[in-house]
C-alpha cells in the first residue's frame, strides 16, 4: 500500500512538472507573438507618419515659395488679355504705380499690389462682366522682373530676379565688391521708394542683417572716402 501511494504521488507530481513546463512555454511564445505583433506594426507607423509630415513641410515650403513669387508689387509690368470674347480686345500692358494701382480698358482701375494673379484676374472679371461683356476670361501674366546693382561692385548691371535674394547675394551675382567699396554703406532703394543701407561686413557675420531683395529694389555701392 505504501508503494502504491509513493508510485502515485510520483506520478502525480510529473505531471504537475510536465503541466508547469507547457503553461510556461506557451506563455513564452503568446508574450513573444504580442510583443512582436506590437513592436513590428509600431514601427512603419511612426516612421510613415514622419514620412508624412517631411512631405507635408516640403510642399508647404514650395507653396510658400511660389506664393511669395505670385503676389504683386509696385513696379511690376503685367500684361493683361480679355478672352472668350465676340469682339477681341487687344492686350493691356501695365505697370503698377506707386500707390499700387493699374488701369485698363473703359479706364477702370484695379488695386494690384499685394495680390496674387488669381485674385486679380477674379477682380476684374467681377468688374467687366457683365457690365460690359457677357462673357469674357481675364488672363493676367507679370513680365521678367529686374533688380539692379551699381556703384563699386565689379559688373553693375541690372539682374532678372529668379527667386529668394537678399543684398549680398546680389552683390555677389554682378562679382562682388571692388577694393574702392564702402561696404557699411550700401545703400537699397524699393521700388515703393522706401531707402535704407546695409552694413554688409556686419551682414556677413549675422545674416539676419542681410536684408532681403525684391523685383525693382535698386543697390547702391558707395566709393570709400578714404
Not at 1 to 23: A, E, Q, T
Not at 178 to 196: D, L, M, P, W, Y
Amino acid at each position: 500500500m505504501d508503494i502504491m501511494k509513493f508510485f502515485g504521488r510520483g506520478i502525480l507530481g510529473l505531471g504537475l512538472l510536465f503541466g508547469g513546463i507547457l503553461l510556461v512555454g506557451c506563455q513564452s511564445d503568446s508574450n513573444g507573438y504580442h510583443s512582436t505583433g506590437a513592436t513590428s506594426p509600431a514601427t512603419p507607423t511612426a516612421a510613415g507618419a514622419d514620412g508624412q509630415h517631411a512631405a507635408t513641410d516640403v510642399s508647404a515650403g514650395s507653396a510658400g515659395s511660389a506664393a511669395k513669387m505670385d503676389v504683386l508689387r509696385v513696379g511690376d509690368a503685367v500684361s493683361v488679355m480679355f478672352s472668350d470674347l465676340a469682339s477681341p480686345v487687344s492686350p493691356i500692358t501695365a505697370d503698377i504705380k506707386e500707390d499700387g494701382s493699374i488701369t485698363l480698358t473703359y479706364n477702370e482701375k484695379f488695386q494690384a499690389e499685394g495680390k496674387s494673379l488669381g485674385e486679380l484676374q477674379q477682380a476684374i472679371r467681377e468688374r467687366y462682366v457683365p457690365k460690359y461683356f457677357k462673357y469674357m476670361t481675364p488672363v493676367v501674366r507679370i513680365s521678367d522682373r529686374f533688380y539692379s546693382v551699381g556703384g563699386e561692385v565689379r559688373q553693375p548691371n541690372r539682374q532678372l530676379f529668379t527667386g529668394s535674394m537678399t543684398v549680398l547675394r546680389a552683390i555677389n551675382s554682378v562679382g562682388g565688391f571692388t577694393e574702392f567699396a564702402r561696404k557699411t554703406k550700401v545703400q537699397v532703394i524699393r521700388a515703393n521708394g522706401e531707402k535704407f543701407t546695409v552694413n554688409c561686413i556686419k551682414a556677413l557675420q549675422h545674416p539676419e542683417l542681410d536684408k532681403p531683395i525684391y523685383p525693382g529694389d535698386q543697390i547702391n555701392v558707395p566709393k570709400r572716402l578714404w
